[in-house]
């Protein structure tokens, strides 16, 4: 019991066991206090002049001001009228000393957890909370074991130390990770689901493989979501647990109830009277379509935001939607209603926490704006546009009432964080060895602007860039950009010749429609080539110096489901660059097809179709550097550029190419190394024409290739080899059977 409650519990006998008065309170007067003033401790104990004294104000006065936390003794005294209030102030805190923290995000991590902080009160209590705070905060950063112990230092003018000594341990290694209950699934399957690992020796770099409670509750929901997408309505996540089994190793176990099937069953949109339901007749047509199908959380989801973006597009202001669902067996009938909300207006946007960041870069991303009927849509797009700056540790938006009963005000508080970035890396292959140093500025001078510098260097490139791009040009959505490069590539002993070349380009970029965007840029190149002493005399005729100037013309559509494991969806581009000013007035066509789908369950499929032109709108020769060849990534089996036509000795390129490649991921074969992509391939390209000798060209030979391709995470860096066996060829190809490339890069910000 401490000496607080033995005070208390006196105080309170003493004032029970005498005799009941009451009198009225002429003048107060308090006694030992040093910091806090008398009026604020009389505001504290809820007493005035005038008052009436009684036992029981006696009591609620102690209470009272025992409940301030700032007093370690009080008693009371009433005497001639006069109420004297005698305390002894808790002392001061000069320090917390976290004894035993090494690391400063550990730090940081517990110390925003503190209620207690530097110059606040000491107090008793606190103190025992604060300790299982920072045992808590410690077990969600893996470390299990760790022990706390508490010492209060007394200083001079009523102060402390508070020193925490900590001995964190060995973190809980999360030995194995096993899945219980009817979980239909394999384990291999489910753990390449959730972010935790097992603990594995060459996984040096991953935090993934010990405990930590926040990532076993992300685990559970990407769980429950994979069973939601699979049909599983009812599952249910019942329980995550870590069993001990040998020192600091756990077992984590989790433990699913996955219930019965259930499929889409009469999907309807409910309306209120005086919407025309023309607007969503293809999203009907879409419900239609599902009824039947497993149900999936992903199609309810596409289903709102069809409707939130014909909301939108119509400029319904004032609508929200609900979704009413019900399961009758294995059939789960949905409503999705649309419902007319009370019309509010945005009456001011407040911006706080930007002292780097100007405020039109923050205004320029906004869906919203003042004057505007508020629209709750809207200002979560708003919110996600700043987040995807990725200028911000933390966005957080707040709406509030405005001055009138019609008006709301958006309060946006953002924290931001260090955008600049230095980066080195170091690659080695197949095809050689690249180092790669840059510099980055992602929000320059806090106009949002990036500028970036880079150097690649190789057994046969060197290449500079430094590049300046503008995201919201002149306050529009539209991307300007600006780039310098250098660049010396010297491929004497394979393609006979060596170029120098140095130049601009400036461009803009913007949306055109949802997913679909247009560039336009121009660039000006001036550019130095040699020939090696055994070319063909056609050859060296191409040696010398050459200015160019091209616009270039590009459009793209994005359509797939995410940009990384893409598993549904396509892209697609086309891109046209034209000559204007040019010693060889070289056209070029591009243009990509890739689509992605999955043929079985956790297998990702993709088809990709490829062409490619250059041609002379004069009937020239093109320059040798701007010939074809087929990028290695899709013909594999054949060295780099080694494929194709031939001038004596040299691969020299050609004027057209078409490819195509066909992808399929493996289950996984190595279940404890979660990290490894297994992939079968099919590629299948053609290069032909050679505009100076059409003796030299090869239309007739089309080059296959099978094989198995494989993506690893390693402790040093990504690793991706394959292994090919050519179908056909041309008698000069040169074939490349394996192929691998192992690099990493390190950043500092």
Known sequence: MSKKTIL???????????????????DIKILGNERIPSETIIMFAKVKKNDEITDAKANSIIKDLYDSNFFEDISVKFENNILVISVKEQPIIKNIILDGIKAKKFEEAIRSKFILKPRSSYNEFLISEEEKQIKSTLKKLGFYFAKV???????????????????????AKIKKISFIGDKIYKDRSLRNIIISEEFKFWKFISTKKYLNEDLINIDMRLLKNFYLNKGYYNVEINSSFAKLINNDEFELIYNISPKNKVYFDNLKIIFPNDIDETNYLNLNEFLNELNGEPYSIIYVDEILEKIELITLNEQFKSITTSVNETLVGDKLKINFIIDETEKFFVERINIFGNNITRENVIRNQFEIDEGD???????????????????????????????????????????????????????????????????????????????????????????????????????????????????????????????NRTGFEIGTRFEYLEDFDIGLSTSSFYENIETDSSASARQKTQAGDYWDTFVKLDFNQDKRNQKFKTSDGYISSYSINLPVISDTNTLTNTYLYKVFGELYENNISSVSIFFQTANSITGDDIKLTERLSIPSRRLRGFERGKVGPKDGDDFIGGNYITALSINSSLPQIFPNLQNIDISIFFDAANIWGVDYDSSLSDNSKLRSSVGIGVDWFTPVGPLNFSISEVLSKSDTDIEESFRFNLGTTFWWK
């Open 8 to 26: 208390l519990t006196f105080v309170l006998f003493l004032i029970s066991n005498t005799h009941v008065f009451s009198e009225i309170i002429k």
């Open 149 to 171: 112990e508490t010492y209060v230092e007394d200083l001079d003018n009523n102060m402390v130390n508070i020193n925490y000594k900590i001995k964190l341990g060995n973190k």
């Open 373 to 499: 009927p508020y629209n709750e849509i809207l200002a979560k797009k708003t919110e996600n546009n700043l987040k995807s700056l990725n200028f911000f540790k933390k966005v957080k938006t707040e709406v509030v009432q405005g001055t009138d009963p019609n008006s709301k005000i958006i309060n946006i508080d953002i924290e931001e964080k260090a955008t600049g970035e230095v980066s080195a890396g170091a690659g080695v292959g197949t095809s050689g060895g690249t180092v790669v140093f840059g510099v980055k500025e992602n929000n320059y001078l806090g106009k949002g602007i990036a500028v970036e510098g880079e150097t690649t260097v190789t057994a046969e490139s060197f290449k500079g860039l430094l590049s300046i791009n503008n995201p919201n040009f002149n306050n529009t959505d539209k991307s300007v950009f600006g780039r310098i490069q250098a660049l010396e590539i010297d491929q004497l002993t394979d393609y006979g010749y060596k170029t």
